[in-house]
């Protein structure tokens, strides 16, 4: 079975503190794919990343990283330096590679950053 | 880019009346989009993949006659909601996977309230 769970059910932090948003899934297959979404009050979904299951390389965009570890079934997002804006639910997901396009969610992290 | 469109993104319609959620994919064909659903601070749910030319695969628990997709052309899926109740109110969004993207891109979501 595919589970994604995302322990955190809300964080607050204070504009410039640096956030990570944990996320662990649960998955038999060897090819799949990981997703970060990110939902602003608006309610639409943007797409942050996109991570296959052989690549466990980190990755960084400006203040955005995340951490990919097969050894812990781990695939944790950090925001340095949070900023105001960055308030939204954000949502792991995964996507198995012999049914791709349906996506299994977490059940998100709302961040709220105060000014 | 691979943007999607949906629409309505609100609507409130009466308890035994049906109604119709489009999707569009605007600069790409999607042959498969799929259909989720999300309650207030849950996570999403698929509830079908719909794919061009053919019925759409319904997730268990998921009433076909009941929530109706048709994904005539190769850049419209529509969800219909047949006789729909106060339990339906929920938040609808669709998405669709561009051939050689990275990832999937969402609709806007549509929230439907039946009063």
């Known amino acids: 079975a595919q589970k994604v769970t995302q322990a955190q059910t809300e964080i607050s932090v204070v504009e410039k503190e640096d956030v990570t948003l944990d996320c662990v899934y649960e998955t038999r297959d060897t090819t799949y794919y990981l997703f970060w979404y990110k939902q602003p009050p608006s309610g639409e979904l943007v797409f942050l990343i996109r991570r296959n299951s052989f690549d466990e390389q980190n990755e960084i965009s400006g203040r955005y990283s995340w951490n990919f570890q097969k050894s812990t079934s781990s695939f944790n997002f950090t925001i340095t330096a949070s900023q105001v804006v960055d308030s939204a639910v954000y949502f792991c997901a995964l996507d198995r590679g012999s049914t791709l396009g349906r996506l299994y969610f977490g059940r998100g992290t709302q961040l709220t950053v105060w000014p | 880019g691979a943007v999607v469109s949906q629409h309505p993104s609100r609507v409130i319609c009466k308890s035994g009346t049906s109604v119709k959620i489009e999707c569009r994919s605007l600069?790409?064909?999607?042959?498969?989009m799929f259909w989720y659903r999300q309650f207030p601070k849950q996570s999403l749910m698929l509830m079908a993949t719909s794919n061009e030319g053919s019925k759409a695969t319904y997730e268990q628990g998921v009433e076909k006659d009941k929530f109706l997709i048709n994904h005539a052309s190769l850049t419209l899926s529509t969800l219909t909601v047949t006789s729909a109740h106060p339990e339906d109110s929920s938040f609808y969004i669709c998405?669709?996977?561009?051939?050689?993207?990275?990832?999937?891109?969402f609709g806007s979501g549509t929230r439907l309230t039946v009063v």
């Open positions: 998405s669709a996977r561009k051939t050689g993207g990275n990832g999937y891109t």
């Open positions: 600069d790409f064909q999607a042959t498969t």
